[in-house]
């Protein structure tokens, strides 16, 4: 599970990007994503109380003030921040902006969890950042578009800030619990921000249902059920490196699915995070303070 979980992370992730691509264009961004939190919120938490084995309600009572916190940075702060950033810059800005979150993490959770990164890996962080930075290219006229570079920005420290803060306070509870409170307080966070600002504008065409249906269950599901487990068995910054490889592998499946064009500097770029990758989990066992 532990080598098998990072693969599947990475595919459900990248698919992520293909699925806004192709339907969420329909519904009005955050309340898309309160409908999707929503619907994964009303699922897991019924099914955290049939699932005895794998829930604990006892450390999740204790803990959802952290639980709740960690859901909304995770979730719902860092989607709608970077939803807002995407009205002023690309996709592939933002993919550039948030290949700073494994180098920010692994910064941070020095002072934060008492990481330590070997040489090697630090190496590895950059030549992961440089290869996204390949894959999404450098566009100056997006980072001049200063308000969407402060929201992808963000973005990324809201993602940064949730990973640490469950990786400091919550990993003690269950994986089922936790995702189903967090995607709880997400819901009611966004579902705040889209009465206080948003004009709710909704198409049910097909690809948006389709969209719905892979975000709800393949990302906020699966694929955030995942990075909790990763970031409850292992170490934040070694977890968040494997974001270095979802610009690239996105440009794959963009290239099989909506017969986007694969260029050669996605290529190289790719090959580059997936040796930046390799460096960081090469360094072997963290030493801690």
């Given at each position: 599970?532990?080598v098998?979980?990072?693969?599947l992370?990475?595919f459900?992730?990248?698919?992520a990007?293909?699925?806004?691509?192709a339907g969420v264009?329909?519904v009005?961004p955050?309340?898309f994503l309160a409908?999707?939190f929503?619907?994964?919120a009303?699922?897991?938490?019924?099914?955290?109380f049939m699932l005895k084995?794998?829930?604990?309600w006892?450390?999740?009572?204790?803990?959802?003030p952290?639980?709740?916190i960690?859901?909304?940075?995770?979730n719902?702060a860092y989607?709608?921040?970077?939803?807002?950033?995407m009205?002023?810059?690309?996709?592939?800005?933002?993919?550039?902006?948030?290949?700073?979150?494994p180098?920010?993490t692994?910064?941070l959770?020095g002072?934060?969890?008492?990481?330590?990164f070997?040489?090697?890996q630090?190496a590895?962080?950059?030549?992961?950042?440089?290869?996204?930075a390949i894959?999404?290219?450098?566009?100056?006229?997006?980072?001049g578009?200063?308000?969407?570079v402060?929201?992808?920005?963000l973005?990324?420290?809201?993602?940064v800030?949730?990973?640490?803060?469950?990786a400091?306070y919550?990993?003690?509870?269950?994986l089922?619990?936790?995702?189903?409170v967090?995607?709880?307080?997400?819901?009611l966070f966004?579902w705040?921000?889209?009465?206080?600002?948003e004009?709710?504008t909704?198409?049910?065409?097909?690809?948006?249902?389709?969209?719905?249906v892979?975000?709800t269950f393949?990302v906020?599901?699966?694929g955030?059920?995942?990075?909790?487990?990763?970031?409850?068995t292992?170490?934040?910054?070694?977890?968040?490196?494997n974001?270095?490889?979802t610009?690239?592998l996105?440009?794959?499946?963009?290239?099989l699915i909506?017969d986007?064009?694969l260029?050669?500097?996605?290529?190289?770029?790719?090959s580059l995070?997936m040796?930046?990758?390799?460096?960081?989990?090469?360094g072997?066992?963290?030493?801690?303070?």
């Amino acid at each position: 599970m532990n080598v098998l979980a990072p693969l599947l992370f990475v595919f459900l992730w990248s698919g992520a990007f293909i699925a806004v691509r192709a339907g969420v264009q329909d519904v009005s961004p955050i309340t898309f994503l309160a409908s999707r939190f929503t619907l994964a919120a009303l699922i897991l938490l019924p099914a955290s109380f049939m699932l005895k084995p794998l829930s604990d309600w006892s450390e999740a009572r204790r803990l959802w003030p952290h639980l709740a916190i960690s859901g909304i940075l995770l979730n719902g702060a860092y989607l709608s921040a970077a939803h807002w950033a995407m009205v002023d810059i690309s996709a592939a800005s933002m993919a550039l902006i948030g290949s700073l979150q494994p180098l920010l993490t692994a910064f941070l959770s020095g002072p934060v969890l008492g990481d330590r990164f070997r040489l090697l890996q630090w190496a590895g962080f950059l030549i992961g950042t440089a290869g996204v930075a390949i894959v999404a290219g450098i566009n100056i006229v997006d980072l001049g578009h200063t308000r969407g570079v402060i929201w992808g920005v963000l973005s990324c420290f809201s993602f940064v800030a949730g990973t640490l803060f469950y990786a400091r306070y919550c990993k003690t509870a269950s994986l089922v619990t936790t995702n189903g409170v967090q995607l709880a307080a997400a819901a009611l966070f966004c579902w705040a921000v889209v009465l206080v600002f948003e004009d709710i504008t909704i198409s049910l065409t097909q690809p948006a249902l389709w969209s719905f249906v892979y975000l709800t269950f393949g990302v906020s599901l699966g694929g955030m059920g995942l990075y909790l487990y990763m970031l409850k068995t292992g170490t934040a910054g070694k977890v968040t490196a494997n974001f270095y490889i979802t610009p690239g592998l996105t440009a794959v499946l963009g290239w099989l699915i909506l017969d986007e064009t694969l260029s050669q500097n996605a290529l190289i770029g790719f090959s580059l995070a997936m040796i930046g990758l390799w460096m960081v989990h090469r360094g072997g066992n963290l030493n801690r303070s």
